[in-house]
C-alpha cells in the first residue's frame, strides 16, 4: 500500500493553524505553570535563562523537528513510525506510548484537583465571595495547607492506600468524560477544541498578570523570579534542571509529537511549526512566573500591612503545592478573590486537558495503527482502565504514588533515556539525512547539516550525560535506593518495576503481528563490515575505561575517602576515546549520505557506542564534582525591587519571543504568498 493511499484513508487537520495550536496545547500544560516558575526561581532566578534557553534552542525545537518529520514522513503513530524506519526499531516507539500511558494514570487526577478547586471557586462567588482556604498571615498558610492536605485529600504520609476519597472520585470521572468527548470524533474535532482550550489559558494567565503587575508590592515577588544570581550558573545541577525541564514541557519522546504529525497534509510546514510551539510554551511559562510572582509579591506587602507578614518564601513551594497552596492563599487576599481564584482555576483546567488528551490520542493512534481496531471500541475500553487505574491516586496515599510515579516517568529514568533512545536510534541507525530533507521540502525556512549533528551527537551526549548522572547520585546516596536500613523502599521499588517493565512490554507488543505492518524502507548496498572494525574496537576500549572508572569513583564517594585522581584520569581518557570514535564514525556516516551505500554495521554501532562512551564520562565527571559539595541548599538573595540585570533580562526574553516569533509568522505569511503565486501562474 503506497503513502499516498494510506493518506486518503488517514484523517487529517482541518487547517495548519489547527494542528498548532494542538501541538501547543499539548506542550503547554500544568508543568509550565508550577514546574517551570519554581525551578527559575531555585536555580538562580534570571540566571536560569541562560540555560533554558539554551537548552530549548539546542534539544527542544530541533527535537520537535525530528518527531514531526518522523510522524510526516510515515503518516503513522509512533511505534509504526519507527517500524518503518526499520522493522526491529517498532518497540522503541511502543516504549514512549507505554510510559505516556502510565502518565494518563494520574495526570487527570490532578486535574480532578482542578476541577475541585474550580468548583469551590464558583461555589464562594455564590456564597458572596468567600473562599473555604482564605485567612491571613501565617495563620492563613496554615489554612490553606490544610483545606489541601487534610480536608480535601485526607493526606496521610505513608504509602498505604487507605480509602478512597470521593471528592475526587467524581471530578476524576467529569475529567475523563471530558477527555473522551474531546477526541472521541478524531483529531477534526481536537482541532475545533483547541481554539477554545488554548486561547483561553492565555487570556486568563494575561488577566492574571496584569492584575498581579498592579498590585502594590508586585516588585519584591518579581525579585525573587527575575534578579540574577549568577553563581547558580557554575552549579550542575542548574543545567541539569533547565535541559529537564525544556524537555519535559514540549512532551517529546512520548509520541505525541510523531502521532499528531502524522495526520498533517503533505505538504504541510514542519520546521516553522516547530519554532513556533517551541517559543510559545516558552512564552506561556515565562509569563505564568510572572502571574505567580507578582501575585506572591502583592500578597507579601498585604500581610505585612495587615501585621501578619508572610514572606515569598515561606509559600513557595514545589509541584501542587505551589498551584494549590501558596497560590490559593495568595489570591484569597485579593479583592474579589473568589473571581481570581475562578479565573486562575480555569486556566489550569483548560491547560492541563489539551496535554492529557493528546497523550490518550497518541496511545490510541497506536492501538488503532496496530490493530486495526475501530476507534470508537478502543477509546471507551481505554477511558475505562484509564479512569479505574487513577483511583489509586485518589485515595488518602495516592499523593504520595501519584508524585513516586512522576518522578520516574518524567524523570532521567523515563522519558530522558527514552529521548536518548529516539536520537541514537534515528541518529546512527537511521539515515537520519532523509528525514531532514523531507522536512526542508515542505518548510516555510531551511535546516543544514548541523541539524543532523545535534541529533547524532550533542542531544544524546547531553542527555546520556544526565542519565548517568542521575544513576550515579541514586546509586550512591546514602540510605540506599532500593533497599534502606529498615527493610525494601517500595515505592521506588515499584517505580522502577513500571519503568523497567515498559521496554519489555514494548518489545512483547512489538513481536506481535498487526493489522496492518508498516512498509520497509528502501535499503542501500551495505558497505564492507571490515571498514569499521577498528574504530568499533576504540569504542569498546573507552567503554571499559568508563566502566573501570565508574567503579573506582563509587568507591571514592561513598567510601568518603581516598584520592578521586585515578578515577577523573580514566573518565578523562574514556571522554577523549568516545569523542575520537565518534568523531571517526560520524565522518564515515557522512561521506555515505549522498550515494546508495550504506556505512558498515561496525561504523554505525562504534558512532552509538561512541556517543555512550562520551556521554557517560560526561555524566560522571559531573558528579564527581559535585559529589563531595555540602547539599545544603541556599536560598537566592531577596532585593529589595528589581535590580539592573533583571530589566535586562526581561527584555531579552521579551526581544527573543516577539522577534522570534515575528519572524516565524513571516515566512508562513510568505511562503504562502509564494505558494499563491505560483498556483496562479501555473493556472
Known amino acids: 500500500m503506497s503513502i499516498e493511499i494510506r493518506e486518503e484513508e488517514r484523517e487529517t487537520w482541518g487547517t495548519r493553524t489547527g494542528f498548532v495550536l494542538a501541538a501547543v496545547g499539548s506542550a503547554v500544560g500544568l508543568g509550565n505553570l508550577w514546574g517551570f516558575p519554581y525551578k527559575l526561581y531555585s536555580y538562580g532566578g534570571g540566571a536560569f535563562l541562560i540555560p533554558y534557553v539554551l537548552a530549548l534552542l539546542l534539544v527542544g525545537i530541533p527535537m520537535l523537528i525530528l518527531e514531526f518529520s518522523l510522524g510526516h514522513h510515515s503518516q503513522r503513530a509512533a511505534p509504526d513510525a519507527f517500524g518503518k524506519a526499520h522493522r526491529r526499531f517498532e518497540f522503541v516507539g511502543w516504549w514512549g506510548i507505554l510510559l505516556g500511558f502510565v502518565i494518563i494514570t494520574y495526570y487527570p487526577v490532578i486535574l480532578a484537583y482542578c476541577v475541585s478547586f474550580l468548583g469551590y471557586s464558583a461555589a464562594g462567588i455564590c456564597l458572596g465571595g468567600e473562599l473555604p482556604w482564605a485567612g491571613e498571615g501565617l495563620a492563613g498558610v496554615a489554612n490553606a495547607k490544610g483545606f489541601f492536605y487534610d480536608r480535601y485529600l485526607g493526606y496521610h504520609e505513608s504509602f498505604r492506600a487507605g480509602g478512597l476519597q470521593g471528592r475526587i472520585v467524581l471530578p476524576l470521572l467529569v475529567t475523563w468524560i471530558a477527555m473522551y468527548l474531546c477526541i472521541f470524533k478524531g483529531v477534526k474535532l481536537v482541532g475545533r477544541i483547541v481554539w477554545l482550550t488554548v486561547p483561553i489559558p492565555w487570556i486568563m494567565l494575561f488577566v492574571l498578570t496584569v492584575r498581579g503587575l498592579t498590585l502594590p508590592g508586585a516588585a519584591d515577588g518579581l525579585a525573587f523570579y527575575l534578579n540574577p544570581v549568577w553563581s547558580e550558573l557554575a552549579k550542575p545541577s542548574t543545567w541539569r534542571f533547565a535541559f529537564g525541564q525544556v524537555f519535559f514541557s514540549l512532551s517529546l519522546a512520548f509520541g505525541v509529537m510523531i502521532t499528531y504529525a502524522s495526520f498533517l497534509h503533505r505538504k504541510s510546514d514542519l520546521n516553522n511549526n516547530a519554532a513556533i510551539i517551541g517559543l510559545a510554551d516558552l512564552a506561556t511559562s515565562f509569563m505564568a512566573g510572572l502571574a505567580i510572582f507578582a501575585t506572591l509579591g502583592g500578597m507579601a506587602l498585604a500581610t505585612r500591612a495587615a501585621g501578619h507578614p508572610v514572606p515569598v518564601d515561606r509559600v513557595v513551594d514545589g509541584g501542587p503545592g505551589l498551584a494549590f497552596v501558596a497560590f490559593p492563599y495568595a489570591l484569597a487576599q485579593l479583592p474579589y478573590s473568589a473571581w481570581f481564584s475562578f479565573v486562575f482555576f480555569f486556566a489550569l483546567v483548560t491547560l492541563g486537558i489539551d496535554s492529557a488528551f493528546s497523550i490518550t490520542e497518541s496511545v490510541l493512534a497506536s492501538i488503532v495503527d496496530k490493530t486495526g481496531w475501530h476507534r470508537h471500541v478502543v477509546l471507551p475500553v481505554m477511558s475505562a482502565v484509564g479512569f479505574l487505574l487513577g483511583l489509586v491516586y485518589a485515595t488518602r496515599g495516592g499523593l504520595n504514588w501519584l508524585g513516586t510515579m512522576d518522578a520516574f516517568i518524567n524523570g532521567t529514568w523515563g522519558i530522558t533515556f527514552m529521548g536518548l533512545l529516539e536520537c541514537l536510534v534515528l541518529g546512527w541507525l537511521y539515515r537520519i539525512e532523509r528525514l531532514r530533507r ?166 554505525r554501532w562504534a558512532g552509538l557506542l561512541g556517543i555512550v562512551d562520551t556521554a557517560t564520562a560526561t555524566g560522571l565527571l559531573l558528579a564527581l564534582a559535585t559529589a563531595r559539595r555540602a547539599a545544603a541548599a541556599t536560598a537566592p538573595q531577596v532585593a529589595e525591587g528589581l535590580t539592573g540585570p533583571a530589566y535586562v533580562v526581561l527584555a531579552a526574553i521579551g526581544v527573543l519571543l516577539v522577534a522570534g516569533l515575528c519572524w516565524c509568522f513571516y515566512r508562513a505569511l510568505s511562503a504562502d504568498r509564494n505558494l499563491i503565486t505560483v498556483s496562479i501562474g501555473n493556472g
Open 438 to 603: 523531507h522536512a526542508n521540502e515542505r518548510s516555510d525556512w531551511q535546516i543544514g547539516r548541523w541539524w543532523d549533528v545535534l541529533i547524532r551527537i550533542v542531544i544524546p551526549v547531553v542527555l546520556g550525560a544526565l542519565v548517568i548522572w542521575n544513576l550515579f547520585d541514586d546509586l550512591t546516596q546514602k540510605g540506599g535506593f532500593l533497599r534502606g536500613p529498615a527493610g525494601w523502599l517500595w515505592p521506588n521499588v515499584v517505580g522502577l518495576a513500571v519503568v523497567a517493565a515498559a521496554p519489555v512490554l514494548a518489545l512483547l507488543v512489538s513481536l506481535a503481528r498487526g493489522a496492518r505492518l508498516p512498509e520497509p524502507d528502501e535499503h542501500r548496498t551495505p558497505r564492507r563490515a571490515a571498514k569499521g572494525i577498528g574504530i568499533l574496537a576504540l569504542a569498546f576500549a573507552g567503554a571499559g575505561l568508563a566502566a573501570i572508572g565508574f567503579g573506582f569513583l563509587r568507591e571514592a564517594v561513598t567510601a568518603e575517602s581516598g584520592s578521586a585522581a585515578f578515577p577523573a584520569a580514566l573518565l578523562g581518557a574514556a571522554l577523549l576515546t568516545g569523542l575520537a570514535a565518534t568523531a571517526l564514525s560520524d565522518r564515515r556516516v557522512k561521506a555515505t549520505a549522498s550515494d546508495r551505500t550504506d556505512p558498515s554495521w561496525p561504523s
